[in-house]
């Protein structure tokens, strides 16, 4: 005996069949821990996806960097900016600007050029001497690197390979003026507000930090970092970030435009389905015809030409996938409309609407949740491609970084030797896990809801 004919419902019966897909039901998992991290994005992520830290350039998974705006105030007798008015003593070092930049240009192994950055001065030898000044080299993601030992180098010298990274042809170095170049400002507060603010010896009425300038700052005794979990952009943007809030544009996406199709797709089978004939024979012949038609390039036009908008992404994506759902809906409802019991709602005097919405569509409801975990991948992807070709849906004069827009910045910013391939692979991954997540749900959906299986229980 079937689990139905026990009074078992059909939806029920496919419930009990997908729990026993083990791998559709991790993908289920999967789909419902992504979706929620995305849509609560906001409490799981302290730093907003557009915050930049450009000073901070392109950092590692797991880099940290001094807790501070781009640019930060305090002003004697105000209110302390709202991040640190739980403190009663903040204590930064900061960054003297005492220094001066050096371009070293090597050619075949030999220096080629020297010169002071500004101004573009040339120099025809320079000295590094660390007991008397602080030399460092410059990274290529802009930030200070380790000191360079004592040397003195000019034109035409064979270049020291101290100055040089590995295939790298130019040289930045920074050259402080005095070895001690941070100063030391402490600032008091009390309930909220600036009381005392101090570089040494010297009271000042205000203080103006640019971000970039702040090497530590600590309060009440302890250092206030911001932990980049999944590294930075080449703006110092926080990937972690930006893939919850990205994701929030994806899924979105996917499931708008997926219900749009579905709205369309459904509705426009069920009544060729059901009517039959010319009826039947114009709509399939108006489907094939739209069939002919390169759907992206229409999205594309859409979008180009009316915007690209929430809205306009919603109904130009939803508007191109309802056509193979309406002929799948179109076989279905053809077939169950000869089935006893829809004669039987017609004798009782249902009327065409209450036969194929409340007779006909309820037995459709496999096909269609299997028919929606296999578009909203679909409607994803294609969101990723807009993004790829400049497209990016945009809101309010201003673009949303999905995470096909992430992706592609990724491959934008990869590196020739791929040494920033974190802004690459994360958002892939993430971005791969929820589609395939929704292909094998699709695949488990499809098992729980066949009759064949069924009859063989």
Known sequence: MTPSSKG????REAWQRLQSHHLAMLSLLFIVVIALACCLAPLLSSIAPETQAAWFHTQAPFSTRPAVKALNHWQLGEASPIEYQNYQKLLIDVQRRDYEDIRVVKREGLIFKIQLIEGAMPLTSFEINQDSHAVYAILRNGQIGQPLPNMTFQLGMI????????????????????????????????????????????????????????????????????????????LGRDLYSRILHGGRISILVGLVATLVSLLIGVSVGALSGYLGGKTDRLIMSS??????IPFMFLV???????????????????AVQW????????????????????????????????????????????????????????????????????LNVQFQGRSLDSWGTLIFQ?????????????????????????????????????????PKLRDKD
């Open 8 to 11: 078992i419902s059909l939806s």
């Open 159 to 234: 270049a020291p390979a101290e100055l040089f990274l590995a295939h790298q042809e130019v040289a930045f170095l920074r050259k402080y003026q005095s070895k001690n170049a941070v100063d030391q400002y402490l600032i008091k507060q009390a309930n909220g507000k600036v009381v005392e603010i101090k570089n040494n010896d010297q009271t000042l009425s205000e203080l103006k930090l640019k971000g970039s300038q702040v090497q530590r700052i600590q309060a009440d005794t302890v250092e206030l970092l911001i932990t980049h979990y999944l590294g930075t952009d080449e």
């Open 287 to 292: 489907v094939d015809i739209l069939y002919a």
């Open 300 to 318: 594309i036009l859409l979008l180009v030409n009316f915007g690209r908008n929430l809205i306009m992404l919603f109904f130009a994506l939803g």
């Open 323 to 390: 056509l193979t759902m309406s002929r799948i809906i179109r076989t279905q409802i053809m077939s169950i409309k000869q089935l006893p019991y829809v004669d039987a709602a017609r004798l009782c005097g249902a009327n065409s609407f209450q036969i194929i919405f409340h007779h006909l569509l309820p037995n459709c409801t496999g096909t269609i949740l299997i028919y929606t975990t296999l578009t909203v991948p679909m409607v994803i992807m294609e969101e990723s491609f807009l993004s790829f070709i400049g």
């Open 410 to 450: 990724g491959m934008q910013a990869l590196g020739s030797n791929g040494e920033n391939a974190w802004l690459l692979i994360f958002p892939a991954i993430t971005m791969g896990v929820m589609l395939l997540s929704l292909n094998i749900l699709g695949d488990g959906l499809r098992d729980a809801f066949d």
